[in-house]
């Protein structure tokens, strides 16, 4: 029986533009009343998901930062280590200056910094792998660097753990590269219709609609599996 649900959010929850879905926040309504904690967990920093599960009823624990950083009920657990991705980050400036944009959630991050999408991954990456044990990822709307040890499953398994839940209890929900570890730890797995064809091989059900109509979707699928 599916107990939590993890989420990602921008794709899956929001649109192209990070708009929040209004199909989105009434489903996750529908997974509370249904007693199934929502648990975000996003490539955003951990400010702007406390803010947004307060704001739309999520219960569950915060993975943020890409699984970098675990809240729940004001204790928090950091996964990686933010000095080699800073490192990486000064190296980027100095090959590249003024064409590397920092996102503005950096000043609040604790392992994850963030950079828009103005420069070619292949300018990014040599860069970085010249730093031990730090990684790139593409979320589709920015670039992270973080600790290779880090990702969304390895944060899940955290906040699981702290709630009391198995892998076979949890549903994971996700759009993008970033999410596929996050699928991986979840027992029920689905992919919005804008995932690529990578991230819909590992889900065991891919929805139909796009964005946060295939939330709603994907939820629907959830709440009859818990009725069946």
């Known amino acids: 029986m599916i107990r939590a649900v993890a989420t990602d959010v921008d794709g899956t929850m929001t649109d192209d533009n990070s708009l929040l879905s209004v199909d989105s926040v009434a489903a996750v ?47 928090v657990k950091i996964l990686g280590d933010i000095e080699g991705p800073k490192k990486a980050l000064e190296k980027l400036r100095q090959a590249h200056g003024s064409e590397v944009k920092e996102a503005w959630s950096n000043a609040y991050r604790f392992a994850d910094l963030a950079i828009l999408r103005t420069l070619a991954p292949e ?25 290779k040890r880090v990702d969304k499953g390895a944060g899940l398994k955290v906040a699981a753990d702290w709630i009391g839940i198995k892998p076979e209890e949890l549903a994971g929900i996700g759009d ?14 689905g992919a919005v219709a804008n995932a690529p064809d990578e991230v819909k091989r590992v889900a065991n059900f891919v929805a139909a609609k796009r964005y946060g109509e295939g939330f709603a979707e994907i939820v629907d699928k959830i709440l009859l599996l818990k009725s069946e």
């Open 176 to 189: 993008s590269m970033t999410d596929i570890e996050l699928l991986r730890y979840a027992g029920f797995r």
């Open 29 to 75: 309504r529908k997974l509370e009343e249904a007693n199934i904690k929502v648990m975000l967990c996003s490539g955003n920093a951990l400010c702007v998901l406390k803010s947004l599960a307060r704001y739309i009823g999520c219960s569950g624990p915060i993975i943020a930062e890409n699984g970098g950083v675990v809240e729940y009920r004001g204790k």
């Open 123 to 147: 300018k990014i990456r040599p860069i970085v792998s010249e730093i031990e044990g730090i990684k790139v990822i593409d979320s589709g709307f920015a670039y992270h660097i973080i600790d």
